[in-house]
């Protein structure tokens, strides 16, 4: 089993920019592809970015595509999402997962998810 937290998350200005945390622990980190996903209020959860275990590719979302960037460090265990020009729009909370199978991003593709980080961006 991998446990997942994320943190980082807040309540920032429309242009403003946080990084988003997730440490895994427990079961080995290793082979996982790991995904950002969010879900707004009423509406259903989103898929927001993606990295391999390599980090040689990544997939966003098209809405984020040039303000957000996802990152990991193998050795720490821990995946980053970076996100500037943040805009009300991207208020969600946001949810780290882990999953197998190269490049995915679909939510069911993912078998380890954290509690989530609660992002507001005010207008």
């Known amino acids: 089993q991998v446990q997942l937290v994320e943190s980082g998350g807040g309540l920032v200005q429309a242009g403003g920019s946080l990084r988003l945390s997730c440490a895994a622990s427990?079961?080995?980190?290793?082979?996982?592809?790991m995904g950002w996903f969010r879900q707004a209020p009423g509406k259903e959860r989103e898929f927001v970015a993606a990295?391999?275990?390599?980090?040689?590719?990544?997939n966003y979302l098209e809405s984020v595509k040039g303000r957000f960037t996802i990152s990991r460090d193998n050795a720490k265990n821990t995946v980053c999402l970076q996100m500037n020009s943040l805009k009300p729009e991207d208020t969600a909370v946001y949810y780290c997962?882990?999953?197998?199978?190269?490049?995915?991003?679909?939510?069911?593709?993912?078998?380890?998810w954290g509690q989530g980080t609660q992002v507001t961006v005010s207008s």
């Open positions: 997962a882990a999953g197998l199978g190269g490049l995915i991003f679909q939510a069911w593709q993912y078998r380890h």
């Open positions: 427990g079961r080995t980190f290793s082979g996982y592809t």
């Open positions: 990295i391999t275990w390599s980090g040689g590719r990544s």
